[in-house]
């Protein structure tokens, strides 16, 4: 298979960049399965927890909703509005079950992938309505996956049922010699306990569903090697377009540096490779501070700058070597180096003496011995 060919295919995990890019367009993994079982539970033991206020509350509502109202017969008009009072009412009394399952709704995208709140889910897809994209699903792996899961759906709940029928046979035979209020209570007990045992074949369900969604998700958004080179050039930026612009911070920055050699008291050299030129201010200063530094070709500017500024140009091979390792640029050089560039500099201001008045003895450079080899 060609290169070209093997770069069409989706072989690489998707990037955060590319997860997030699907979240904010509302494309996160979906369980229904884990839905329907998370508001399906909750209900289910809500209706256990709150079994007592319910039926009260029930029983208050039927009273109700059955006593005649002759006051109806006398205003039929009023029949809409009694009406709507009891839907109200019946509403109220099953406000805790609604609140529960409202609550429980947040709980497969919270497990799933986050809540993600946006707006570009709602919008109209129309590649959706492409009758061939639309025979594959009806055909594809997607809907075999569905199919599968009906099957189970089937088969655990009705295992669920059957095996909760089976054990409960002797208590439903047993209501019919019963008096009604017992009855009634046994009978909506069986009932509970029937739901509770389909909602845990729902979870079960769920917890073959909810890993196969987020890997089907995964796998929807891997990406191809061009993508993945593309993607990485828009968040890198291009190598070409970053090399370019290193290249004119470092040519920038070599402009300003060239700017600042005439302004330097020394330029220490070695005299075929290193150049580094120091300033010292003793009333603003601390220390010397390196202006300028460089080797071979930059060295070489340096010196003609200097030369063309009169500045003093001091060969000092393992100094200007030490300089241009340890010193940086805009720095004040190293503590282990004062010494030998106070000797420097106090040779400069004593040659600029004998140059300039009528010193009895030339100068002599003298700097102090360390091991230019050695770690600031």
Known sequence: MSENDQSGEKTEQPTPKRLNDARQDGNIPRSRELSTAAVYGACVVAMMA??????RGGMQWMKQALQPDLRLLQHPQEIFGHVGSLLLAGMLVISPLLAVGLLASFI??????????????????????????GIKRLYGPEAVA?????????LFVGVAG???MASS???????????????????LGFALRLMLATAMAFFLLAALDAPYQRWNWLRKLKMTREELKREM???????????????????????????????ADVIVVNPTHYAVALKYQGEKMNAPVVVARGVDEVALRIRALAQQHRVAVVAAPPLARALYREGQLGKEIPVRLYSAVAQVLSYVYQLNDW????????????VAEFDPEAKA
């Open 50 to 55: 709150f079994s007592g206020l319910l039926a």
């Open 108 to 133: 497969s995208p919270v497990l799933m992938g986050g809540l993600q709140w946006t707006n570009k889910s709602l919008m109209p897809k129309f590649d959706r309505m492409n009758p061939i994209a």
């Open 146 to 154: 569905e199919f599968a899961k009906s099957l189970l759906r089937v």
């Open 162 to 164: 059957g095996l909760m």
């Open 169 to 187: 046979m002797p208590l439903l035979r047993g209501l019919l010699h019963k008096p009604l209020e017992t009855a009634m209570a046994d009978g």
């Open 233 to 263: 050039k828009e968040s890198e930026g291009n190598p070409e377009v970053k090399g370019r612009i290193r290249q004119m911070q470092m040519q920038a920055s070599q402009r300003r540096m060239m700017q600042d050699v005439p302004t």
């Open 355 to 366: 140059r300039q008045g009528p010193a009895p003895v030339l100068p002599a450079l003298q």
